[in-house]
């Protein structure tokens, strides 16, 4: 990632501040985050978040899911159009003014709760809730340490119930 010009930095609603995108699978791995100035919205950093999120190919297993769920702030027909395109199924309410959906999978809309707790779960870390770092690639690279950190505490203690159980 290459430094921005206004190192992602930029006033919105809630003040001066940084915009984070992430993309997460169904149990709440991280597996793409990008950062973004405050005032921009939510779905002009979804090009780029898509496009640094990247599932390994295993044989018999498709690389994506069948769906991609996000909040009506993604509800636009071009993200649509690019779900479609690489064969995911938009799972994403309408804004007010747009006309309804007939086909909306209230159930698997409901599981986007993951992506609400994994940033709550990483803005626990003090650096990451609130930004210290002024160049936008040390926050980033601070959000994928403790991606590691967590995927790290997480998978350890799998393991270490796994060995408990065969002793």
């Not at 973004?36 to 640094?52: I, L, M, N, W, Y």
């Not at 498709?62 to 993200?79: C, E, F, H, L, T």
């Not at 994403?92 to 747009?98: D, E, G, H, L």
Request: glycine letters at 8%; hydrophobic letters at 35%.
């Amino acid at each position: 990632m290459a430094e921005p010009q206004d190192h992602a930095l930029g006033r919105s609603q809630g003040g001066f501040g940084t915009k984070v995108s992430l993309v997460c699978c169904g149990v709440g791995i991280l597996l793409a985050v990008t950062v973004t100035p405050g005032q921009r919205h939510e779905s002009q950093a979804f090009a780029e978040v898509r496009g640094r999120a990247r599932r390994p190919r295993r044989a018999g297993r498709q690389r994506w899911p069948a769906r991609a769920v996000a909040d009506k702030g993604y509800s636009y027909p071009g993200i649509r159009a690019w779900l479609r395109r690489h064969h995911l199924e938009p799972v994403i309410p309408t804004r007010k003014k747009q006309p309804r959906q007939e086909e909306f999978d209230k159930a698997s809309y409901r599981k986007r709760n993951i992506i609400e707790r994994v940033v709550g779960w990483f803005k626990e870390c003090r650096a990451l809730g609130t930004r210290y770092d002024k160049l936008a690639v040390n926050y980033v690279a601070l959000w994928l340490v403790a991606n590691i950190h967590y995927l790290l505490k997480k998978y350890t203690k799998a393991l270490g119930r796994g060995l408990s159980e065969t002793t």
